[in-house]
């Protein structure tokens, strides 16, 4: 039987070189079943051009680094299998909304100042010792911010979303999911210090139910619920005079 | 000229780095630290653990029994004064990890939950569903945030350490986006990078693993310590080599052969599936041997069977283990076994480095999987890894911020000079080489699959020698590589062959070292040495760099305390 190949176009951009993105094609061996596009990706950096740039590293869809666009939709190419498109062929761009660092690589800074500007930490107004032992918790109360914690932060809700599309200045989805993780985290008590971080984040009220978000996530988190369910908490208690302010 | 500087340095931002950055600002404010990281912190590799944390949390247990087990694991080659230590401190962080908002589960009162383990006689191992790994990096990452003294350099790959009369101070490093190449000074630099597991083909480890920082401290004279303990965990998934966790095994998962036969009753009968990972690898090998292994596409391979838990504890207890069988299997794991196999996991050797996490080398720190402080020996029971990061991490950074607070400033004078140096290097022999026909995928593989073969769960001196001339011929090829990538921006390729320069330098001191071992001890399993030799060898080894390929070896004895070596039986 001859030889199963698939068609893989990638973006190729060098800013020091090239005015815009353009696409590559490889036609490169589908020799396993298993493999993933991520797979393809590497052989190509290994057997035909090492200058194919892109971001991976666990290749078990936890470390959040191999986003990409593939055929127009968000993906952990770690976890895309070739033979889901397969006889087709597969164009893989870099995540949407964006900027593009190199080729596949975009540059995710932003994503890294609105991390740091919900306070993803437990607050306290008095720290437990140590030798007190641990805070008391159970697994109901652990299920109430379950989800929010299981962000692997791989940016894929950033590239589905609309609004931020239109305006980076929206905290977007992750980090209203980790402040949300925290805010419901029986240990916490800051909620009133992240909830005007995200009430006066421009963009929240822009966001609608159409949740991209929720439904590109590939851990299961449901960001668009966490929006929804802050804008109500933001409305009670910034809104309406005698709301619950603690 | 003026570099960036700092008191200390932290090179890795997993979960040693970070927990050593935060102790340094936590024992003096305020003390400035860097944090270097080739890849973003949150995605280290730490993020792939899975099992758990191992302390002694329960009225039940002892520090005493968590040692024994530890040095009886390490078939009695740890430092028994630091497992001691190790014990004391592990419960303490994981505290300090559920203050800081780890989400341990927990038992019905709320208190943090324990697991079986292997190699442990009770229950210990404290763990997040089965992410454990993922939630304490995301959580002491987050935390790091609120630290003003932590100053991040994300997406910097080190390629030097800059020594000078004896003393580290600071790191030479490539800001992977611009392609800049930055001297970063300080008083003191901490080594917390990681693992190597991608000197071998088949491996747990994710493609960040190549042993950096071993090699960067080899390179900078400090020895390299027991290389040739080369942990091999038995359930890695045909293929991919993505590891299902011991966890697995610890909720009460059976590991069969292809006649359904529970096979570990002729290997360690009272611990069954809860052996020590060494012997239970070396017990699947055998069987594979013995024609009692499945044949698949991917080679011989076991079942592991948790079918009988039920879909409530799987759910609850293995919720990822699932969701890995449903996207790389496409099995249930509530319904079907999962085909699994040895595969190389962990490095038990590392960077020689003291209680504190000290090297010879003043002002160089190690912590973490790079480093080797004594405590895994052989042979490192599950779940003490991440216990170990804290808890060295955590000592590292506090000697660190002891020290500089009495070290001298590091004069900027000779490092231009070594930046220069350094630049000119990378540059002639890589970004800017005309010549050369190797392809870094080609070399790089050749070096997996011999590792593989030469120095994996069984050795043989043939084996074992054969290697170190396929090794060589490693180097020699090295030598007339050539990168297609010339951009200064984002130059994955560059990145790619220095650390394939880092990792044939690992596979060089794990062969050598395994020759060197004439006995069987822990993971280091000789064929033609079938017994462990303390007469000879209850000793580390230690390796130095010379010009040579071959590494000059010493001999350290093991510090005994409390724990008299006996027989090995489980
Ligand atoms: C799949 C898997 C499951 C595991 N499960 C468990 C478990 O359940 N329990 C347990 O105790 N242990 C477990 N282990 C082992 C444990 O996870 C690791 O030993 C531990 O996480 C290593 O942490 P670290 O901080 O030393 O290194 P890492 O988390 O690997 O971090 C290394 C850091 O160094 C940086 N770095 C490396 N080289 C350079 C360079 N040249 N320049 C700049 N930065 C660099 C990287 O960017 C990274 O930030 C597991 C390991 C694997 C692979
Ligand atoms: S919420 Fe989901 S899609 Fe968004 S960054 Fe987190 S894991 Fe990725
Ligand atoms: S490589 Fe880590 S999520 Fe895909």
Redesign the pocket.
Known sequence: MAEKRITVRATRFDPAKDSEPRLQSYDIPFSDDSMVVLDALNYIKSHVDGSLSYRWS?R?GICGSCGMTVNGTPKLTCSAFLRDYWPGSITITPLNNFPIVRDLVVDMEDFMEKLKSIKPWIIRKQEMPLGAGEHRQTMEQIDDFRQFSQCINCMLCYAACPVYGLDDKFLGPAAIALARRYNLDSRDQGTKERLPVIAHSDGVWECSFVGECSVVCPKGVDPAKAIQQTKLDTSVRFILPYGNRE | MDFESYDVLV?????????AAIAVVETNPSLKVGM??????M????????????AVLRPEDSYETHAYDTIKGSDYLADQDVVEAFVREAPIEVIQMEHWGCPWSRDPDGKISVRP?GGMTTWR?C?AADK??FH??HTVFQTSLKYPQIHR?DE????KLLVEDGRCVG?V?IDMRSGRFDAITAKAVIL????M?RVYAF????N??????MA?AYRAGVGLKDMEMVQF?PTGLPFTG??I???VRGEGGYLTNKDGERFLKRYVPNKMELGPRDIISRAMITEFEAGRGFEGPHGKYMHLDVRHLGEAVIDRKLPFMRELGREFVGIDIVHDPIPVRPVM???MGGVDANISGATPVSGLYA?????NVGLNGGN?L????????LVF?AATGRAAADYVSSAKAVSANPIEGMLKDETKRIEMDYLEKKSGEERIGAIREDMQLSMDAGAGVFRTREGLENLTKQLGKLRDRFGRIKIEDSSRTFNTEL?SV??LD?MLEVAEVITYSALAREESRGAHARRDFPERDDEKFLKHTIAFRTDEISPRLEYRDVRITNFKPQARAY
């Open positions: 666990c078990m | 090179v890795g931002g997993g979960l040693a780095g970070i927990r270097v990281s080739k890849v973003y912190p995605r280290s590799h730490t993020v792939s653990a899975e099992g758990g944390a191992a383990f191992t763990f454990t790994g304490m990096l350099h910097a790959f080190v390629t790191v490093a917390a990078t990681g693992g597991g491996t747990t480890n994710g960040i693993c190549t042993g950096d920082g960067l965990h993505i590891l966790t011991e966890a996991h962990y490095m912590a973490g999987e790079c480093a490192r599950g779940s003490n890894s991440l216990s170990e990061c991490g990145m220095l650390e880092y």
